[in-house]
């Protein structure tokens, strides 16, 4: 809406309207910079009047926390067992405080934009089923394995087309070539590494897949998966500022470049400032947890902005604790299967260090520590070269 009234404004200013003169700030609404920031507090300030309400709308519902039993959560039961009852779904929280700082801020035509914020809000609804089946309708299922990954995996298709097939957003500039969609880059070569063309489309699924499941199994302690979450929010932010724009993306930096990714940085510090204000009541101990409502919409969102940005293996590395802790998983689900031992304590990993020895802030904070550190290393890979 910002962007709109901005061009509102200039039309009346270049017709000689003289109220055009005294509303002169709005000149402001055109640069992404303030939108974005404007977004970021948006959100934030949002999520703090709403966050309490929520809360307490979720007490209401008996919308409590499911905890694994003894058996399962081992020498974890004493500490873990305690949070059973808080109230989850708060991922709703952030979803709709993103959706208003975008709509408001943002210019809600961008094909980036719609298909980030898509991604979001159709992986979102999946997650909500989800929660409101365990923790309010008491099926400990909640929506079956098979539901759940057909519909993570027929939006990962409805992304990956539409970007594919989609003129604006299927073609990029690398230096002063043009380079496809279906082209797999990374920062330290000036040139794709590989062109997949329509294979493209699978592995657009793959990711997008995998990264909302990522920061699902993250989701395990009190403000870990939403402070990682701001981190790679952040490292984006700036990748997509820097692919907007063409002179430091194909002059200077050498990196895809294509013109409307600007407002995907809107979006990115939309989601910013809700990680922060949902932070505000997740942090330990939690008075509200965000749920597979918000840890799949963040997840999915995340994957789809490092597929505009055309950065997707470079999420490996900025998101490397999600990886990590996805990676975990596998390892230790295969392993068991094909060996009948453990390699970790407990997966996901962050449980493994808790049955070290570490206390839960020791775990998060460290884990914040390590995924800072990521980020600041694939944004240095940037200009390696």
Request: glycine share 10%.
């Amino acid at each position: 809406m910002l962007y709109y009234l901005y061009e509102f404004w200039k039309s009346a200013q270049e017709s000689g309207a003289e109220w055009a003169e005294t509303f002169r700030f709005m000149n402001l609404f055109q640069y992404i910079t303030f939108r974005a920031l404007f977004a970021c507090v948006m959100a934030f300030v949002m999520s703090l009047v709403i966050g309490p309400r929520l809360i307490a709308v979720l007490k209401a519902l008996k919308a409590g926390q499911p905890i694994r039993g003894a058996e399962l959560l081992r020498g974890l039961h004493e500490t873990h067992g305690a949070k059973a009852g808080t109230p989850t779904m708060g991922g709703v929280m952030i979803i709709g405080t993103v959706l208003v700082a975008v709509l408001f801020c943002g210019r809600i035509m961008n094909p980036f934009l719609v298909v980030t914020m898509f991604s979001m809000v159709s992986l979102g609804l999946l997650g909500f089923l989800d929660d409101y089946m365990k923790v309010v309708k008491k099926n400990a299922d909640g929506v079956n394995a098979k539901t759940k990954l057909a519909w993570q995996l027929v939006v990962g298709a409805i992304v990956a087309l539409f970007l594919f097939t989609k003129s604006e957003t299927s073609v990029y500039h690398l230096l002063d070539q043009e380079m496809s969609i279906g082209d797999i880059c990374f920062p330290l070569f000036k040139k794709p590494l590989v062109s997949l063309g329509v294979l493209i489309i699978p592995f657009f699924i793959i990711l997008s897949i995998g990264s909302s499941n990522a920061v699902n199994l993250t989701d395990g302690l009190d403000g870990l998966a939403i402070g990682v979450t701001v981190i790679v929010s952040l490292a984006y932010s700036v990748i997509a500022y820097l692919s907007h724009h063409e002179w430091l993306a194909t002059e200077y930096l050498s990196i895809p470049h294509n013109k409307l990714l600007g407002e995907v940085v809107i979006f990115l510090m939309a989601l910013v400032g809700a990680g922060f204000g949902f932070l505000w009541f997740n942090c330990h101990p939690a008075k509200v947890f965000m749920g597979d409502t918000g840890s799949l919409a963040i997840g999915g969102a995340l994957g789809s902005v490092a597929i505009c940005t055309k950065q997707e293996l470079l999420l490996v590395i900025i998101g490397g604790v999600f990886v990590m802790e996805a990676v975990s998983v596998i390892l230790q689900v295969g392993s068991f299967k094909l060996r009948g031992k453990r390699i970790f304590r407990m997966a996901p990993i962050h449980h493994h260090f808790e049955l070290g020895g570490w206390h839960e802030n020791q775990v998060i904070i460290r884990f914040w520590v390590l995924s800072i550190f990521l980020a600041l290393l694939g944004l240095g890979l940037i200009k390696v070269l």
